[in-house]
């Protein structure tokens, strides 16, 4: 039983995320969802699977994972926040306005290697985790940029370079946790 909730909820929530008489993504709940399932879940549900055990500090990068690509979603809320606005799509993005989207955007950018760092520091112990700072001169980029610019459709190229941030930010915190396994 608790295999299929596991297995339909995602399903449920991207169906009903823009589905519906209320979709969710349409009222500021889309980024916890992000959060949720493509962070929390999939990655302490892929930890379970292997482990068949939950430890508290996975949920340290299951949250960076999860900030990183709430920050996809953001990117592209701010992008159309006009057209959002003026269609009823009252996005987490519409809801904070341009300026506190912007700075809830550097929070989940911020937020996701402070929280890498954070489980480095308590569990891993090995110089390998650390790899995952060689993005973070991306991540900076992107802050300053949106920080800088106040013209929605100015961020159109950042939703590339923020998945390509996030997907480079995972990658290396991954292949450092492999190399601190295999070569101490």
Known sequence: MALW??????????????????????????????LVFFGWLSV????????????ASVFLPATACGLLAAAVLNINNLRDIDSDRENGKNTLAVRLGPLNARRYHACLLIGAPLCLALFNLLSLHNPWGWLFILATPLLVKQVQFVMREREPVAMRPMLERTVKA???????????????????
């Open 5 to 34: 909730f596991w297995a339909a909820s995602p399903i449920v929530a991207a169906i009903t995320y823009t589905v519906g008489t209320r979709p969710y993504g349409y009222i500021g709940l889309g980024d916890i969802s992000v």
């Open 44 to 55: 302490a549900g892929s930890w379970y699977l292997q482990a068949h055990t939950i430890a």
């Open 166 to 184: 996030a997907l480079l930010t995972n990658l290396l915190f991954v292949i450092g946790i492999i190399c601190s396994k295999l070569l101490g």
